[in-house]
């Protein structure tokens, strides 16, 4: 992926914001989230990887009705869900806009985060 040095001048950048913004076909939640990563690069210039990320796969196990997720991992997602205000699937949402986030944009990853 190309890094613009003013992640401000990069189209990617610029088109999920300018799509998050305006309430994409995703709904306001998956908005929030993309737009929780551009804020966060906006202030920092990058962005940390977030743990919110896990509700995503773990509500997605949980509603095919795979035994890959543990009971206490079940709990603590819906813990970090509520504790937002949000019910799991609520969360899920959420947790897919920063995933589409993140994965549009990287290059602009603070990679000491993910270690």
Not at 54 to 71: D, E, M, Y
Not at 80 to 98: D, I
Request: glycine letters at 10%; charged letters at 25%; proline letters at 4%.
């Amino acid at each position: 992926m190309i890094r613009f040095d003013d992640y401000a001048h990069d189209p990617t950048f610029l088109g999920l914001k300018r799509i998050a913004e305006a309430g994409g076909d995703k709904g306001p939640l998956y908005d929030q989230g993309v737009l929780a990563v551009i804020r966060q690069l906006e202030r920092k210039g990058c962005f940390d990887p977030d743990p919110i990320k896990q509700l995503a796969g773990i509500h997605f196990a949980l509603k095919i009705g795979t035994n890959v997720i543990t009971p206490e991992q079940a709990r603590k997602a819906e813990e970090m869900a509520r504790q937002r205000g949000w019910t799991l699937e609520e969360g899920a949402q959420y947790a897919a806009g920063v995933i589409a986030a993140e994965n549009n944009l990287t290059a602009y990853s603070n990679t000491k985060a993910d270690a």
